[in-house]
Nanobody
Framework: QVQLVESGGASVQTGASLRLSCVAS?????????MGWFRQAPGKEREFLAA????????YYVDSARGRFTIWRDNDRNTVYLQLSTLTPEDTAVYYC????????????????????WGQGTLVTVSS
């Protein structure tokens, strides 16, 4: 099974940007996974943000992420990234990456039916 480790979370001010990273090891070859980013704010359910296909040429964003967040991957480094921009206190959450070996539809990653592994999460705190 693949193992995922996120990093890059921090405490920042409103309007700041952050780049989150998720490094994969073990399991299948990294490029065999569709990768997704999710977040979970205190007292709320886990929220799907974005997904990227195996080669990195196709991406999907939910409405709350589109235009402010960018997902990309480097298969040579077994890493997927999420750039967060124009952050607000509403973006405060633990951010998780996930590996999905089966979804053919990127939007379907958000259903979490085929997630093989989750990272431990990285905390993003945005203060006003």
């Amino acid at each position: 099974q693949v193992q995922l480790v996120e990093s890059g979370g921090a405490s920042v001010q409103t309007g700041a940007s952050l780049r989150l990273s998720c490094v994969a090891s073990g399991g299948r070859t990294f490029r065999n996974y569709v990768m997704g980013w999710f977040r979970q704010a205190p007292g709320k359910e886990r929220e799907f943000l974005a997904a990227i296909n195996w080669g990195g040429g196709s991406t999907y964003y939910v409405d709350s992420a589109r235009g402010r967040f960018t997902i990309w991957r480097d298969n040579d480094r077994n890493t997927v990234y999420l750039q967060l921009s124009t952050l607000t206190p509403e973006d405060t959450a633990v951010y998780y990456c996930a590996a999905d070996p089966r979804s053919r539809n990127l939007m379907g990653v958000g259903e979490m039916r085929y997630i093989e592994a989750w990272g431990q999460g990285t905390l993003v705190t945005v203060s006003s």
